[in-house]
């Protein structure tokens, strides 16, 4: 069975400062990995997707992850953020077997304050 | 916009009752997602079709059940409902089957059972 652990319910951060947001997952075959965003009132975006080849993707709004198999996480960063990136972020992972089910977290909360 | 489409946005109705929440999958995808989101449980997964065919169950409850039809549009019906039956009830799609076909969510439709 796949999970995903987001380590950090809620992040509180000032404008124009790095932001980190951690999540770790598991699954016992390969992985694709997934963040999607959810602003207020609206369904999930997705942000950016790894899927094979470089570790370091890239995705929308100026946000990164890095893929680290390792330690199996996928941490997204921003290196500033605007008031504008408030809102709930979710990790999520699927599985290359015949899993069709797309695993989330339970989201992290940015709140970008002035 | 993500191209997915659900209908009606928000849905207000009894204990007891019966909805019917409606999706239209972005143009040229075949696999239909349903998914739940509650404060308490997050992003459940529900259901899953794939042009036409059930092909994953999450934890959809007895009361529930949802169909794809030829058009590839997805309807999920929810009866009997209970006040705990109240949440954001998203559908996305994918284009495949496969682990590395990201989903697209829809907007939501917000149900409110009193």
Known sequence: AQSVTQLDSQVPVFEEAPVELRCNYSSSVSVYLFWY?????QGLQLLLKYLSGSTLVKGINGFEAEFNKSQTSFHLRKPSVHISDTAEYFCA???????????????TLLTVNP | ???????????????GQRVTLRCSPRSGDL????????????????????NGEERAKGNILERFSAQQFPDLHSELNLSSLELGDSALYFCA?????????????????RLTVT
Do not use: C, E, M
């Open chain 2, 93 to 109: 799609s994918s284009v495949s089957l496969l682990g590395n076909s990201p989903l697209h969510f829809g907007n939501g439709t």
């Open chain 2, 31 to 50: 696999s239909v997602y349903w998914y739940q989101q509650s404060l308490d449980q997050g992003l459940q997964f529900l259901i899953q079709y794939y």
């Open chain 1, 37 to 41: 965003v959810q602003y207020p009132n």
């Open chain 1, 93 to 107: 992972v699927r599985s290359g077997g015949s899993n069709y089910k797309l695993t989330f977290g339970k989201g």
């Open chain 2, 1 to 15: 916009d993500s191209g997915v489409t659900q209908t009606p946005k928000h849905l207000i109705t009894a204990t």
